[in-house]
């Protein structure tokens, strides 16, 4: 349970402080309405990704009697993750667009996160083989998973928005670069794992 918990934190660690349309917006609603207006935007997953991640779980279940297109799936989502990862690591300037001010910050952040196809590429490539990887493991293991994960997800988003309520120059710091080309690294480990899972499926073998 433990190695599921620890790869959920550390995808959702990742997604949560990568810079994007959700955390754009949570900047922008942060610096003109408060903090609090930011975390409503960082609830946001919560709120919109539970379809998602079932049409994703549903789409890969009724492919587990396919092991080839089970093995392209996790290569997609292995090649996915090293993008995500080479994004991280070639970070330098943080530009994020400031959207038009809006006085409902939490339906906002539900549109732009419905709107994004960054849950939607996670999950259909890299959380759903994840996920049913944990299950197979146990119920606890892929509650650990899922917990790890939107735990850091949305948390490191709240955190964000608390710490740019207090300065917006922590998300230009040395700090902030390091971290996310650290989590670039861990990213580019985790491909490796999906992309092996592929090649083993792709050769008929259970991974």
């Known amino acids: 349970m433990l190695p599921f918990l620890t790869l959920g934190m550390t995808l959702g660690l990742s997604a949560g402080i990568a810079p994007g349309p959700l955390l754009a917006l949570v900047v922008a609603e942060t610096l ?3 903090a609090r ?17 079932a049409v994703a779980l549903l789409l890969l279940a009724r ?48 549109a732009v996160n419905l709107l994004s196809p960054y849950p939607y590429l ?5 959380g759903a083989p994840l996920a049913t990887k944990a299950m197979a493991q146990g119920v606890g293991a892929a509650a650990a998973f899922l917990g790890g994960f939107y735990l850091l997800l949305v948390g490191s988003k ?3 928005a608390m710490v740019t309520g207090k300065s917006r ?3 230009s710091g ?24 592929g090649v083993t499926l792709l050769r008929g073998a259970s991974p």
């Open 122 to 126: 996670f999950w259909l490539g890299v």
């Open 63 to 110: 492919l587990t009697a396919q092991p080839k297109i089970l093995g392209l799936v996790s290569l997609a989502g292995g090649l996915l993750l090293l993008f995500f990862g080479w994004q991280d690591l070639r970070r330098r300037d943080i530009a994020l667009p400031m959207p038009e001010e809006s006085p409902q910050p939490l339906r906002r952040g539900i």
């Open 174 to 197: 040395k700090a902030y670069r390091l971290t996310l080309r650290l989590l670039g690294l861990l990213l580019w480990g985790l491909a490796v794992l999906l992309l092996r899972d």
């Open 32 to 34: 003109r309405h408060g």
């Open 158 to 160: 709240v955190v964000l």
């Open 169 to 171: 120059a922590f998300l």
């Open 37 to 53: 207006a930011g975390i409503r935007v960082a609830c946001a997953p919560l709120l919109t990704d539970l379809p998602i991640i």
